[in-house]
């Protein structure tokens, strides 16, 4: 199956998409991405090109992408957060020539901007020529390149094909059990893998609603939730701590699960989650590399603190340094082996040589596996905190500070050390009334850690800063100290 042809997996009476209180059916669907299709082909889009898609989410953005896909050129969903040069900048690495845009943006005249308020109103009377069938697409075939976020550098474009997208859709649809009875919420920005795959991709398949959201504002989607009754609802930690301090069980009588993924989830969340309101929430794990879904709980067999087995059809492995395979129980870097795995980076053949070796996608991430395949993550391999020559992993500590009863967000990070090399900073957002108190944090850490991975120093900070997709960002939290606290 070809990615495109999802919109054909509904009965053309059933609603397809919600937004803005209007119901969209997937004959809608079928109709607006055959117009747009005709309206691609006619401004000179054909297969294999490189097509930028800038939009928030939207219908918009569902039919453009499949129109695109269907006449076999390759998406390219740009992050509607950059700015102008970060944007520049994929546009020149990736070759785009022609950018589909909700907004006019800063680019040279050898691009040409389609408009998506300009010529999408009036593509229902333009009565243009048919495009043609595209008969060479495969599911190998090249489908999007989506761009990493850069956290260690320029970003980089990975390659996914159709046959990537679609065996991540089937395999998520498998664990948490999505048929065509289900409304699955679209919050996440559309154009990260989260959300493009299981979000819209997977509930497609299954023929089933989605309720799209353009922007999260937390009192305002639970009141979506409620009044549409979504029944999935797909997130990243910091939107379930939205949940847990604004809903009711209530405001989630729908819903039968959520899903947290694009980040570590708390232990002590989880806990509070499901203290609260008594609905699954499940941890899975993935990367844009992966398509993005490596790794997902069951719903009835969830592990706390892990991001579950691997998903059907994809291999999950624990290596040391010399990629051998470790034990149970051991620490080592996960890597990763299945469909789902990219084809490889944009023009990038060393850095796909280093990032995908005999098959297997290396993720950067320290886990381990326990006898029964549930995998825990650990942290970052680049994040490790080495203190005196001993390892301290982030996470470790930033479970601990969860569970505080006064802290809301906590994040840990290495910060230069005279005698041991590195040493732990926390940084902490206290929760609504609560007054941050360090020597009281430090008391309440100090017998549940070992003393080398105790935080040297601890920072409070209205809200720990994140990027454009809700993760905490380490990078600008290690800025953040340089700049202000770290003394010369």
């Given at each position: 199956m070809?990615v495109?042809?999802?919109?054909?997996?509904?009965?053309r009476?059933?609603?397809?998409?919600v937004?803005?209180e209007?119901?969209?059916?997937y004959g809608?669907?079928?109709d607006?991405?055959a117009?747009?299709?005709?309206?691609?082909?006619?401004q000179g889009?054909r297969?294999k090109q490189n097509?930028g898609?800038?939009?928030?989410?939207?219908?918009?953005?569902?039919?453009?992408?499949f129109?695109?896909?269907?006449?076999g050129?390759?998406?390219?969903?740009?992050?509607?957060n950059?700015?102008?040069?970060?944007?520049?900048?994929i546009?020149?690495?990736a070759g785009?020539?022609?950018m589909?845009?909700?907004?006019?943006l800063?680019?040279g005249d050898e691009?040409?901007?389609l408009?998506?308020?300009e010529?999408g109103?009036?593509?229902?009377?333009?009565?243009?020529?048919?495009?043609?069938?595209?008969?060479?697409?495969?599911?190998e075939?090249?489908c999007?390149?989506?761009?990493t976020?850069?956290?260690?550098?320029?970003p980089?474009?990975?390659v996914l094909t159709?046959?990537n997208?679609i065996?991540?859709?089937?395999?998520?649809n498998?664990?948490l059990?999505?048929s065509?009875?289900?409304?699955m919420l679209?919050?996440?920005?559309?154009?990260h893998?989260f959300?493009?795959?299981?979000?819209?991709?997977a509930?497609?398949?299954a023929?089933?609603k989605?309720?799209?959201?353009e922007?999260?504002f937390?009192k305002?989607v639970?009141?979506?939730i409620?009044r549409q009754?979504?029944s999935?609802?797909c997130?990243?930690?910091?939107?379930h701590?939205f949940?847990?301090a604004l809903?009711t069980?209530e405001?989630?009588s729908?819903v039968r699960?959520?899903?947290?993924g694009?980040?570590?989830l708390?232990?002590?969340?989880l806990?509070q989650?499901q203290?609260?309101?008594g609905?699954a929430l499940v941890?899975?794990?993935?990367l844009?590399?992966?398509?993005p879904v490596?790794?997902l709980?069951?719903?009835n067999r969830?592990?706390a603190?892990?991001?579950?087995?691997a998903?059907?059809?994809?291999e999950?492995?624990?290596v040391d340094e010399?990629?051998n395979v470790?034990?149970a129980g051991e620490v080592?870097e996960?890597?990763?082996?299945?469909p789902?795995v990219?084809?490889?980076?944009?023009?990038m053949?060393?850095?796909t040589?280093?990032?995908?070796?005999d098959?297997w996608?290396?993720?950067g991430?320290?886990a381990?596996?326990?006898?029964?395949?549930?995998?825990f993550?650990?942290?970052?391999?680049?994040?490790?905190?080495?203190?005196?020559g001993l390892?301290v992993?982030?996470?470790e500590?930033?479970e601990v500070?969860?569970q505080?009863?006064?802290?809301s967000?906590?994040?840990?990070i290495?910060?230069?050390?005279?005698?041991r090399?590195?040493?732990?900073?926390?940084?902490?957002?206290?929760?609504d009334?609560q007054?941050f108190?360090?020597r009281?944090?430090l008391?309440?850490?100090?017998?549940r850690?070992?003393?080398?991975?105790l935080?040297r120093?601890?920072i409070a900070l209205?809200?720990?800063?994140?990027?454009?997709?809700?993760?905490i960002?380490?990078?600008?939290?290690?800025?953040?100290y340089?700049?202000?606290?770290?003394?010369a």
């Amino acid at each position: 199956m070809l990615v495109h042809e999802l919109k054909d997996q509904g009965h053309r009476d059933d609603i397809a998409l919600v937004f803005r209180e209007q119901h969209i059916t997937y004959g809608d669907v079928q109709d607006r991405v055959a117009m747009f299709r005709d309206y691609f082909y006619q401004q000179g889009i054909r297969p294999k090109q490189n097509v930028g898609l800038f939009c928030r989410n939207s219908p918009d953005f569902v039919y453009c992408y499949f129109a695109l896909t269907s006449l076999g050129a390759v998406v390219v969903p740009i992050n509607i957060n950059l700015a102008a040069p970060e944007i520049a900048y994929i546009v020149k690495d990736a070759g785009i020539i022609r950018m589909v845009t909700s907004q006019p943006l800063e680019l040279g005249d050898e691009v040409t901007q389609l408009l998506i308020a300009e010529f999408g109103p009036g593509l229902a009377k333009a009565d243009l020529p048919a495009a043609p069938d595209i008969d060479d697409i495969a599911e190998e075939s090249e489908c999007v390149i989506i761009y990493t976020s850069g956290t260690t550098g320029f970003p980089k474009g990975a390659v996914l094909t159709h046959r990537n997208l679609i065996s991540n859709a089937e395999a998520t649809n498998q664990i948490l059990l999505v048929s065509k009875e289900d409304n699955m919420l679209s919050v996440l920005p559309m154009f990260h893998a989260f959300a493009w795959t299981v979000t819209i991709l997977a509930p497609l398949l299954a023929g089933a609603k989605i309720t799209i959201v353009e922007v999260f504002f937390p009192k305002d989607v639970i009141a979506t939730i409620k009044r549409q009754s979504v029944s999935v609802v797909c997130g990243v930690p910091s939107m379930h701590n939205f949940y847990l301090a604004l809903g009711t069980t209530e405001d989630f009588s729908s819903v039968r699960v959520f899903v947290s993924g694009g980040a570590p989830l708390p232990v002590e969340v989880l806990n509070q989650f499901q203290q609260k309101l008594g609905v699954a929430l499940v941890e899975g794990y993935g990367l844009s590399e992966a398509s993005p879904v490596c790794a997902l709980n069951p719903l009835n067999r969830s592990k706390a603190g892990s991001i579950g087995p691997a998903i059907p059809g994809v291999e999950l492995l624990i290596v040391d340094e010399k990629h051998n395979v470790l034990p149970a129980g051991e620490v080592g870097e996960l890597i990763v082996q299945g469909p789902n795995v990219m084809k490889g980076y944009y023009n990038m053949p060393r850095a796909t040589a280093r990032a995908v070796v005999d098959g297997w996608l290396h993720t950067g991430d320290m886990a381990y596996i326990d006898e029964e395949g549930y995998v825990f993550i650990v942290d970052r391999l680049k994040d490790v905190v080495i203190v005196g020559g001993l390892n301290v992993y982030p996470r470790e500590v930033e479970e601990v500070l969860y569970q505080y009863p006064g802290i809301s967000e906590a994040s840990v990070i290495g910060i230069p050390d005279k005698m041991r090399g590195e040493a732990i900073c926390a940084f902490v957002a206290m929760k609504d009334g609560q007054t941050f108190d360090r020597r009281a944090i430090l008391s309440f850490l100090n017998p549940r850690l070992a003393n080398y991975k105790l935080p040297r120093e601890v920072i409070a900070l209205e809200s720990i800063p994140k990027n454009s997709t809700g993760k905490i960002s380490k990078n600008d939290l290690r800025t953040l100290y340089a700049e202000r606290y770290q003394k010369a």
